[in-house]
């Protein structure tokens, strides 16, 4: 049961600002918003999370509005090495294995250009 | 992430032989997860453990078994592996006590190729 929807690809080129929208119109009031980046060949990596509003790291920024039915990975001034898949995942602390939990579907697969 | 291993990282086998893949982990982690991952999809899962007495499966797990050895060790086994599980697999472990949600870490991954 996918809970969450995103677009297959994007591109961008060096410097730019990306922002990948994710929906998840039916997200449960315990759900929180996670997302991963994926390098060829290698394991999801955990990028940022967040309930509400907006969360910032070092890596990215979460941008989540008062409904929450959507959320925008925002990735400042990419480069050639932010090239990778991007998963958006709705869920609490029930796991994976919990029907709708914590889902992978396919990602973004952002291809940033020189 | 080095706190999750997996052995081997590339295997090359037949159709119809025994498989086993294995992953440990360092984290402390009480949960242990397998994914498959086919060219242009995403991650599917296979078997998770939510602690050394529980196995449940997964969105895929025909054709696969576990076996959780350890706190630390999950083991995949493809008893007689078919071509359509070629494939990367990952293992991935998770520890949501005092989060209210559920992050995962994620091994390097597992080619296997089944001629």
């Known amino acids: 049961l996918a809970k969450t929807t995103q677009p297959i690809s994007m591109d961008s080129y060096e410097g730019q600002e990306v922002n990948i929208t994710c929906s998840h119109n039916?997200?449960?009031?315990?759900?929180?918003i996670t997302w991963y980046q994926q390098f060829p060949s290698q394991g999801p990596r955990f990028i940022i999370q967040g309930y509400k509003t907006k969360v910032t790291n070092e890596v990215a920024s979460l941008f989540i509005p008062a409904d929450r039915k959507s959320s925008t990975l925002s990735l400042p001034r990419v480069s050639l090495s932010d090239t990778a898949v991007y998963y958006c995942?709705?869920?609490?602390?029930?796991?994976?294995?919990?029907?709708?939990?914590?889902?992978f579907g396919k990602g973004t697969k952002l291809s940033v250009k020189p | 992430d080095a706190d999750v291993t997996q052995t081997p990282r590339n295997r090359i086998t037949k159709t119809g032989k025994r498989i086993m893949l294995e992953c440990s982990q360092t984290k402390g982690h009480d949960r242990m997860y397998w994914y498959r991952q086919d060219p242009g999809l995403g991650l599917r899962l296979i078997y998770y453990s939510f602690d050394v007495k529980d196995i449940n499966k997964g969105e895929i797990s025909d054709g696969y078994s576990v076996s959780r050895q350890a706190q630390a060790k999950f083991s995949l086994s493809l008893e007689s592996a078919i071509p359509n599980q070629t494939a990367l697999y990952f293992c991935?472990?998770?520890?949501?006590?005092?989060?209210?949600?559920?992050?995962?870490?994620f091994g390097p991954g597992t080619r296997l190729t089944v001629l």
């Open positions: 991935a472990t998770s520890d949501p006590q005092g989060v209210r949600t559920d992050t995962q870490y």
């Open positions: 995942l709705v869920g609490d602390e029930r796991g994976p294995g919990s029907q709708g939990n914590l889902i």
């Open positions: 039916n997200i449960a009031t315990n759900d929180y």
